[in-house]
């Protein structure tokens, strides 16, 4: 559920930055085979993906530690894991032999088809662990495209919109969810030269901009917990600049803290619920923030290895850290393992955010990370691993 959201607006190149330090914090361990890609990673380290097939086949994948899971096509040519919870249960979207596309769970080791929005082009982004799934449907005709929260039970619910005074047609994409039942994304309407996107939260049945760095496009692309959001926020500085921001305690703020007057590019892809951040930059490939500044994965794993740590996806309360990685020019989806595991203590929730937690139906798995999160604030006098 660490998302691990599909960037709308992909990095064409990469400069690595940044040099090796004393020891790698990571080793990458490949899950998935040549060109294949990641889109989540759960609490127990568990990512899913798609990888090709043949032609232009893709098919939908988990694994485990313990080698690649297909988790099939249903009936269809094709299928994409776009999520997974800390149940195991993962959310994807799957295309028949007619070009349809339709959205599957796959839970005990089957998958199931959970169908489309009447009437509607239907794509599935996220699942918490109570089993709610986001999703966006588009209408063919007009071009309008709506959110929705679809529950347990399979009910829709309708996220709404921001308002938006211009033209073009108005679109509302979801791309995660919280155990709070909390909802980031983007909305707003697709106008040209620059979209009208708008970063957003939806709690509670309103939808709520986020606010901007000054100006338009951003968007949100995961969140946790905490209501901690990431993503990617334009600049008025130029005409693409843009930079990864946290959105917290009401307050957007960039994390790239390179100068105004250099050209930045990059973009919050994971966050967990230690508020650390990964994503993607045009000076580091891929990168991580843990609350200082943005530092290259290349920079932390053996150089020896080759690999270029480009696009992060997702990163778990572990650290964990689900990606693509490129190597002697092909692709591969990739986890990064602490070498030392960070023994930092997660901030426990604040009241107002533990009421709500517990307001929804918890599952045993939601009890368990609350009371892990809980535990875990108890042990701040620990100290951090010295590097050698």
């Given at each position: 559920?660490?998302?691990?959201?599909?960037?709308?607006?992909v990095?064409?190149?990469?400069?690595?930055?940044?040099?090796?330090?004393?020891?790698?914090?990571?080793?990458?361990?490949?899950?998935?085979p040549a060109?294949?890609?990641?889109?989540?990673?759960?609490?127990a380290?568990?990512?899913v993906g798609?990888y090709?097939?043949?032609?232009?086949?893709r098919?939908?994948?988990?694994?485990?530690?313990?080698?690649l899971?297909?988790?099939?096509?249903?009936?269809?040519?094709?299928s994409?894991?776009?999520?997974?919870?800390?149940r195991?249960e993962?959310?994807?979207?799957?295309r028949?032999?007619?070009?349809?596309?339709?959205?599957?769970?796959?839970?005990c080791?089957?998958?199931?088809d959970?169908?489309?929005?009447s009437?509607?082009?239907?794509?599935?982004?996220d699942?918490n662990?109570?089993?709610?799934i986001?999703?966006?449907?588009?209408?063919?005709?007009?071009g309008?495209?709506?959110g929705?929260?679809?529950?347990?039970?399979?009910?829709?619910?309708?996220?709404g919109?921001?308002?938006w005074?211009?033209?073009?047609?108005p679109?509302?994409?979801?791309?995660a969810?919280?155990?709070r039942n909390?909802?980031?994304?983007r909305?707003?309407?697709?106008?040209?030269?620059?979209?009208?996107?708008?970063?957003?939260v939806?709690?509670?049945?309103?939808?709520?901009?986020?606010?901007?760095?000054?100006?338009?496009?951003?968007?949100?692309?995961?969140?946790?917990?905490?209501?901690?959001?990431?993503?990617?926020?334009?600049?008025?500085?130029?005409?693409?600049?843009?930079?990864?921001?946290?959105?917290s305690?009401?307050?957007?703020?960039?994390i790239?803290?390179?100068?105004?007057?250099e050209?930045?590019?990059s973009?919050g892809?994971?966050?967990n619920?230690?508020?650390?951040?990964?994503?993607?930059?045009?000076?580091?490939?891929g990168?991580i923030?843990?609350?200082?500044?943005?530092?290259?994965?290349?920079?932390?794993?053996?150089p020896?290895?080759?690999?270029?740590?480009?696009?992060?996806?997702?990163?778990?309360?572990?650290?964990?850290?689900?990606?693509v990685?490129g190597?002697?020019?092909?692709?591969?989806?990739?986890?990064?393992?602490?070498?030392?595991?960070?023994?930092?203590a997660?901030?426990?929730?604040d009241?107002e955010?533990?009421?709500?937690?517990?307001a929804?139906?918890?599952?045993?798995?939601?009890?368990?990370?609350l009371?892990k999160?809980?535990?875990?604030?108890?042990?701040?006098?620990?100290?951090?691993?010295?590097?050698?």
């Amino acid at each position: 559920m660490y998302l691990h959201h599909r960037l709308s607006l992909v990095l064409l190149s990469f400069t690595v930055a940044g040099s090796a330090w004393a020891y790698p914090e990571y080793r990458v361990t490949v899950v998935g085979p040549a060109n294949s890609w990641a889109y989540g990673i759960n609490n127990a380290g568990v990512v899913v993906g798609d990888y090709p097939v043949g032609g232009d086949r893709r098919r939908a994948f988990l694994n485990r530690g313990k080698g690649l899971v297909d988790l099939g096509a249903l009936k269809g040519v094709w299928s994409s894991a776009s999520g997974i919870n800390d149940r195991g249960e993962v959310v994807g979207n799957w295309r028949s032999a007619d070009g349809r596309q339709r959205g599957f769970i796959y839970a005990c080791g089957k998958a199931r088809d959970i169908g489309t929005i009447s009437g509607k082009v239907t794509g599935y982004s996220d699942i918490n662990d109570a089993g709610y799934i986001t999703a966006s449907g588009r209408n063919p005709d007009t071009g309008e495209t709506l959110g929705y929260l679809r529950a347990p039970n399979g009910a829709f619910t309708h996220l709404g919109a921001i308002p938006w005074d211009g033209s073009g047609a108005p679109e509302t994409v979801p791309a995660a969810i919280n155990n709070r039942n909390q909802i980031t994304g983007r909305s707003g309407r697709f106008t040209t030269p620059e979209p009208g996107y708008r970063a957003f939260v939806w709690k509670n049945g309103v939808i709520r901009d986020l606010g901007d760095l000054g100006s338009t496009p951003n968007m949100g692309l995961a969140i946790n917990d905490r209501g901690q959001i990431t993503g990617q926020a334009f600049l008025p500085a130029g005409p693409r600049d843009s930079v990864a921001f946290l959105y917290s305690h009401g307050r957007m703020v960039g994390i790239d803290d390179r100068p105004a007057t250099e050209y930045r590019y990059s973009a919050g892809a994971g966050i967990n619920n230690r508020g650390h951040v990964v994503g993607i930059s045009d000076h580091l490939s891929g990168f991580i923030w843990r609350g200082k500044r943005m530092e290259s994965l290349n920079a932390l794993i053996d150089p020896a290895s080759g690999w270029d740590i480009s696009y992060p996806v997702a990163i778990n309360d572990a650290g964990q850290i689900a990606a693509v990685a490129g190597r002697n020019g092909v692709r591969y989806a990739v986890r990064l393992d602490l070498i030392r595991p960070h023994v930092d203590a997660a901030p426990a929730l604040d009241p107002e955010a533990r009421a709500e937690l517990l307001a929804f139906p918890a599952s045993p798995a939601l009890e368990a990370a609350l009371a892990k999160a809980e535990a875990q604030a108890q042990e701040r006098e620990v100290a951090r691993p010295v590097a050698q």
